[in-house]
């Protein structure tokens, strides 16, 4: 599948690519960008907390002035109800503002980078290079809190380039990516540095 066909087809959730990634046998491509699918819940403590003081506000509003503080309640609960829906199309507008995308060719033995279906770079894979997965800081809470990288590492000065963002990632994420990036380093022949805590 060429990497124009792949962008014409539905988007593939980064659960499907993951699984996908952990049982290809030879050729494989992959979106540079891969997140969870968005949840409409509030799920983050900080937007949870904004919105319990503008509660308390509307409630101290209504308390001394009845007439003004229904208008004020009114507000809060359009904001309340829509807010999910804008939170989650702020996140996938996010998530699909790439068009890049990556496939290891394996008889090559050559990574190549496309960009809205053009091709863009070629790297050859050496016994030296080796790939690194690590992942941003969390308190491990549950979803929106992560990020896991897959980086490909040369020796210097080549610079380390970055094969995969999984965004907004949980911690049952983290044994589908560790298990993609061990797939893809036994394809490629070469070692996976694990820093994902």
Request: net charge positive.
């Amino acid at each position: 599948m060429r990497p124009s066909e792949m962008q014409k087809q539905p988007v593939e959730t980064a659960s499907e690519t993951l699984a996908r990634l952990r049982s290809a046998s030879a050729d494989v491509e992959w979106a540079q960008q891969l997140a969870c699918p968005p949840e409409m819940g509030i799920r983050q403590p900080w937007l949870r907390r904004c919105l319990f003081v503008g509660l308390a506000w509307v409630l101290l509003g209504m308390y001394y002035s009845p007439d003004a503080g229904l208008v004020w309640l009114g507000a809060w609960l359009a904001v309340v109800i829509t807010l999910p829906y804008w939170l989650a199309k702020i996140r996938l507008r996010q998530i699909r503002k790439s068009a890049e995308c990556w496939r290891l060719d394996n008889g090559r033995r050559e990574l190549r980078q496309w960009y809205k279906g053009a091709l863009i770079r070629r790297i050859g894979i050496k016994d030296s290079d080796k790939l690194l997965i690590h992942g941003t800081a969390g308190n491990g809470k549950g979803r929106l809190e992560r990020n896991f990288y897959l980086k490909y590492h040369r020796p210097y000065p080549a610079p380390e380039i970055c094969l995969m963002v999984f965004a907004f990632g949980g911690n049952e994420d983290k044994q589908a990516f560790r298990e993609a990036a061990q797939h893809l380093t036994a394809l490629m022949k070469i070692p996976l540095e694990d820093y994902l805590d």
